[in-house]
């Protein structure tokens, strides 16, 4: 609008704002109770909750876009603030109804804020050569306000919990903060657990502590694209995920279940700390020193692309033809001590619906793909 004064390198600026709300119902069966037929017999499936309805969302958006320049940099920029009420999560169906797996149920108040921000500049152009750069990212918080009823924490598994104050399905679980050491024994003793009050307690009497959320709240990707003597094109893309934390099931079982792991044959080397061999020596006890930070940045890919002359790609009667080469999953950066930092074990928790939990899984596989792409 020509009554807006703006300078003359800005030639577009976009003030938004957007309200609005939905809601989710439950699945069709998830508020049944149902049973599996199993070599003639009835066996318990879902345990269902006859009290289970929808959950509403209400969500504010605000935010700008601008051109600087000639379009040359562009800036998107959002927040927005959500209030989801009577959300559906889930929780151990309750042993006494001979029911295995989780109940889902309504929880009173999940509030989550974020912002996500993307940066475009075409850094450099002549006629046979141009770099554009991209730089996009987010921030996330999700908290539980309230669980409903009088209570301020569900358990999900074990180390899994919904707590008024914290994301749903954050990590929580006893964590051993000191021990002493019996060199004749070759046994950690008189352990003491975080008191989750900045003190410590006998762990036989210590209650859960947070130990990271269990879904990652910071994302990005780092994108650079080159074209050069007019008929080829390089791209390059990086992703990082950060402030999360994941389990590592696979040292958790070579470890606590199986003793095949070197702490416990040499648990005198002063490699190890007195609180990881106390860990280790309560087998599957103790999960703290499984759930490490999985924070990583991936080079995701990497792609060269030729687009072909219009007289070739007629030869194949196409109006245009590219073929690219790329690499994709080329590098890994990641202090997870695990194989691997994105993928989990049947999808969460031991197969629930929150959590990374890494056993039996496969590493992002490296890839070298070929594409010939025809136009008609």
């Known amino acids: 609008e020509p009554m807006v004064p703006l300078p003359d390198w800005v030639n577009q600026l976009?003030?938004?704002?957007?309200?609005g709300g939905s809601g989710q119902q439950p699945g069709a069966f998830d508020a049944i109770r149902t049973y599996a037929a199993t070599g003639g017999f009835l066996t318990p499936s879902n345990a269902g909750n006859p009290d289970?309805?929808?959950?509403r969302s209400?969500?504010?958006?605000?935010?700008?876009?601008a051109g600087l320049w000639n379009d040359r940099v562009g800036m998107e920029v959002t927040y927005f603030h959500g209030v989801t009420k009577d959300a559906i999560l889930a929780r151990l169906a309750p042993p006494s109804n001979g029911?295995?797996?989780e109940q889902l149920f309504n929880a009173g108040?999940?509030?989550?804020?974020?912002?996500?921000?993307?940066f475009r500049v075409r850094a450099y152009e002549t006629q046979n050569l141009s770099v554009d750069l991209n730089l996009s990212g987010s921030v996330l918080k999700y908290e539980i306000k309230s669980l409903g009823g009088n209570t301020d924490v569900i358990s999900v598994t074990s180390n899994i919990?919904?707590?008024v104050g914290y994301a749903p399905g954050a990590w929580f679980d006893r964590k051993i903060v000191s021990a002493d050491y019996d060199a004749v024994t070759h046994r950690a003793t008189n352990l003491m657990c975080d008191d989750g009050e900045g003190g410590s307690v006998a762990c036989a009497s210590a209650p859960r502590v947070f130990l990271g959320n269990s879904v990652p709240t910071r994302e990005g990707s780092f994108g650079i694209n080159v074209g050069f003597l007019r008929d080829f094109r390089l791209n390059a893309m990086?992703?990082?995920r950060g402030g999360y934390s994941k389990l590592d099931g696979n040292y958790r079982v070579r470890c606590g279940a199986f003793v095949l792991c070197r702490e416990l044959y040499f648990p005198d080397d002063d490699r190890y700390s007195r609180t990881l061999i106390a860990s280790v020596q309560g087998g599957t006890a103790y999960t703290h020193h499984l759930i490490k930070d999985a924070s990583f940045t991936r080079f995701r890919e990497l792609s060269l692309t030729y687009s072909v002359p219009s007289q070739w790609a007629r030869l194949a009667r196409a109006s245009g033809a590219n073929i690219t080469i790329a690499g994709r999953n080329l590098a890994l950066w990641t202090r997870f001590p695990g194989v691997e930092p994105e993928a989990s074990f049947n999808g969460g928790t031991r197969g629930g619906s929150y959590g990374q939990w890494e056993q039996n899984v496969l590493p992002q596989l490296r890839q070298f793909v070929t594409t010939i792409s025809l136009n008609y």
Request: glycine share 10%.
């Open 99 to 101: 029911f295995p797996g």
């Open 14 to 19: 976009r003030v938004r704002a957007a309200f």
């Open 58 to 65: 209400l969500e504010t958006e605000l935010g700008w876009d």
């Open 109 to 118: 108040q999940v509030n989550r804020d974020g912002l996500e921000w993307l």
């Open 238 to 240: 990086f992703d990082y």
């Open 52 to 55: 289970l309805g929808p959950e």
């Open 161 to 163: 919990q919904h707590k």
